[in-house]
């Protein structure tokens, strides 16, 4: 079945520390894949995404994601995180070939210990 | 400029009530998405329109549920005979074209519906 796979419901890392979030898609095609952050109260924002040529993208507030094809991945890193990054990540995509709507993975809620 | 924007940003309802959410989008943008959060889940995909023009509704989860946008901006949300499966925080999107699926869609802060 068609589907974004985040395998990590939380995730607890210590400020300072590197982060990887996880995300797997099983489509028949690379569809357009996305990373977007929600914190409490607030609406969805884009942090970065991804469509072709460059397997790593650079996203907002030092955040990048590298896409894998031959593992169907596009995990989340940041190098050093900061207590002000603790919130809710979605990986999304979006069908190639005229789809309109993202799909949402069910999420990996981050916490940062001080 | 202003975001997307929604309305009420709280609503409890009794089982059965009719509710309507509005949406504002940001202004000029074509497309608009309505997407239903339950808790701990990721949200889903309800409906999209091109200006007026509903060209998706197959995320709507019922007859119940029903959206317009009639003259392609505002767009409103309407469930009938509210159920307690409808409590979720519904979010609304805005998108500057209307056919260009990679560009960002803006969220607005959603709308949280409890349905007693």
């Known amino acids: 079945a068609q589907s974004v796979t985040q395998p990590d419901i939380h995730i607890t890392v210590s400020e300072g520390a590197s982060l990887e979030l996880r995300c797997n898609y099983s489509?028949?095609?690379?569809?357009?894949l996305f990373w977007y952050v929600q914190s409490p109260g607030q609406g969805l924002q884009l942090l970065l995404k991804?469509?072709?040529?460059?397997?790593l993208v650079q996203g907002i507030k030092g955040f990048e994601a590298e896409f894998k094809r031959s593992q169907s991945s596009f995990n989340l890193r940041k190098p050093s995180v900061h207590w002000s990054d603790a919130a809710e990540y979605f990986c999304?995509?979006?069908?190639?070939?005229?789809?309109?709507?993202?799909?949402f993975g069910t999420g990996t809620q981050l916490k940062v210990e001080l | 400029g202003a975001g997307v924007s929604q309305s009420p940003r709280y609503k409890v309802a009794k089982r059965g009530q009719d509710v309507a959410l509005r949406c504002d989008p940001i202004?000029?943008?074509?497309?608009l998405f309505w997407y239903q959060q339950a808790l701990g889940q990721g949200p889903e995909f309800l409906t999209y329109?091109?200006?007026?023009?509903?060209?998706?509704k197959s995320g709507l989860p019922s007859d119940r549920f029903f959206a317009e946008r009639p003259e392609g901006s505002v767009s409103t949300l309407k469930i009938q005979r509210t159920q307690q499966e409808d409590s979720a925080v519904y979010l609304c999107?805005?998108?500057?074209?209307?056919?260009?699926?990679?560009?960002?869609?803006?969220f607005g802060p959603g709308t949280r519906l409890t349905v007693l």
């Open positions: 202004s000029g943008h074509v497309s």
């Open positions: 999304a995509v979006i069908l190639t070939g005229g789809g309109n709507k993202l799909t």
């Open positions: 329109f091109q200006n007026e023009a509903q060209l998706d």
């Open positions: 489509y028949g095609a690379t569809p357009y």
């Open positions: 991804y469509f072709s040529g460059d397997t």
């Open positions: 999107a805005s998108r500057q074209s209307g056919s260009s699926s990679y560009n960002e869609q803006f």
